[in-house]
């Protein structure tokens, strides 16, 4: 058994699409980002990583590099999938968090899930989304930006 943690934040840009969980959400901002700035996938995919001891996805997929340009964060998800059954792991589950104020994401989770599940190729029920606010504080309650932590279990 291993266990990862993953954590990402990006702060929030005018001119871009929301992309949480690979769904796009109506929000009048979107995140910054080198990819499509997916804070919840990137989280999901350094956990995984973590938990295969691959280090973390700047190094599998660096900012400086054009062609992850814009790119889906479920693409990317779908090569980390690979690297880790290359390792022999399988999922057994993952539990992540989106730590925001706004916009409240409830309606989506259930295909966020649905998208996880398909890139990673495991069940829905395998999958725990969660959402939180800060109550106003930090950053994400000023709403600059969002955080997301996810915690996976691999065997």
């Given at each position: 058994?291993?266990?990862?943690?993953?954590?990402?934040?990006?702060?929030?840009?005018r001119?871009?699409?929301l992309?949480?969980?690979?769904?796009?959400?109506d929000?009048?901002?979107?995140?910054?980002?080198?990819?499509?700035?997916?804070v919840?996938?990137?989280?999901?995919?350094?956990?995984?990583?973590?938990?295969?001891?691959?280090?973390?996805?700047?190094?599998?997929?660096?900012?400086?590099?054009?062609?992850?340009?814009?790119?889906?964060?479920?693409?990317?998800?779908?090569?980390?999938?690979?690297?880790?059954?290359?390792?022999?792991?399988?999922?057994?589950?993952?539990?992540?968090?989106?730590?925001?104020?706004?916009?409240?994401v409830?309606?989506?989770?259930?295909?966020?899930?649905?998208?996880?599940?398909?890139?990673?190729?495991?069940?829905?029920?395998?999958?725990?989304?969660?959402?939180?606010?800060?109550?106003?504080?930090?950053?994400?309650?000023?709403?600059?930006?969002?955080?997301a932590?996810?915690?996976?279990?691999?065997?």
């Amino acid at each position: 058994m291993r266990v990862g943690l993953g954590y990402d934040v990006h702060a929030f840009q005018r001119g871009r699409k929301l992309v949480l969980g690979g769904v796009k959400i109506d929000h009048p901002l979107g995140l910054a980002g080198h990819s499509d700035a997916d804070v919840l996938v990137h989280a999901v995919m350094d956990a995984i990583l973590g938990a295969c001891g691959l280090g973390d996805i700047g190094i599998h997929f660096p900012d400086s590099d054009m062609k992850y340009k814009d790119i889906s964060s479920l693409a990317l998800l779908d090569e980390v999938r690979k690297k880790m059954e290359e390792k022999g792991f399988n999922i057994i589950n993952l539990d992540s968090i989106l730590i925001m104020q706004n916009p409240k994401v409830s309606p989506y989770i259930g295909e966020m899930k649905k998208n996880l599940a398909g890139t990673l190729k495991i069940d829905e029920a395998d999958i725990n989304i969660k959402a939180t606010t800060t109550e106003g504080l930090g950053f994400c309650g000023r709403e600059e930006g969002i955080a997301a932590e996810c915690i996976v279990m691999l065997k």
